[in-house]
């Protein structure tokens, strides 16, 4: 088994003290390699349930991986949705454009003649309620 020293010594602060955190069971102990990012792993066989760990690790990786898989599916599904909604946007723009462009010509077309039409009709319907306001004074 690693000593004291090589745990939380000057070997153990290369990795910040972690050395010592990636301690599971009494079997199994890291060592960190002097010079190198690596760190060695001492096994116990006397003290050890080897296959209790690789059980636990294989559930845990199984885990991360079905929860990766959830996040692709659903970023996918998002991208998908938010190509279609920008599909959507160009369109009704596009769209917007074009009526734009139609009003414009018919009111160039027609000249200010809608303008004299309101106008009418607003003198039009003032009239009709006086008119109809002075029959029921009386």
């Known amino acids: 088994m690693a000593s004291s020293s090589q745990r939380g010594g000057a070997g153990g602060s290369f990795y910040g003290g972690a050395a010592a955190s990636y301690?599971?069971?009494?079997?199994?102990?890291t060592r960190p390699v002097?010079?190198?990012?690596?760190?060695?792993?001492?096994?116990?066989?006397?003290?050890?349930?080897l296959d209790d760990e690789i059980t636990g690790l294989r559930s845990q990786v199984r885990q991360l991986r079905n929860v990766a898989q959830d996040i692709h599916s659903e970023a996918s599904f998002q991208k998908d949705f938010l190509d279609q909604l920008q599909m959507?946007?160009?369109?009704?723009?596009?769209?917007?454009?074009n009526n734009m462009r139609r009003l414009n010509k018919s009111i160039v077309k027609n000249g200010s003649n809608h303008i004299v039409h309101v106008v009418l009709f607003a003198l039009l319907l003032f009239t009709?309620?006086?008119?109809?306001?002075?029959?029921?004074?009386r």
């Not at 990012?37 to 050890?48: F, S, T």
């Not at 959507?88 to 454009?97: E, F, Y």
């Open 23 to 29: 301690r599971s069971r009494d079997g199994l102990s």
């Open 88 to 97: 959507t946007l160009i369109k009704a723009q596009a769209g917007v454009k």
């Open 34 to 49: 002097a010079g190198s990012d690596e760190i060695q792993l001492r096994i116990d066989p006397i003290n050890a349930d």
């Open 128 to 137: 009709v309620l006086y008119l109809w306001s002075k029959m029921f004074r």
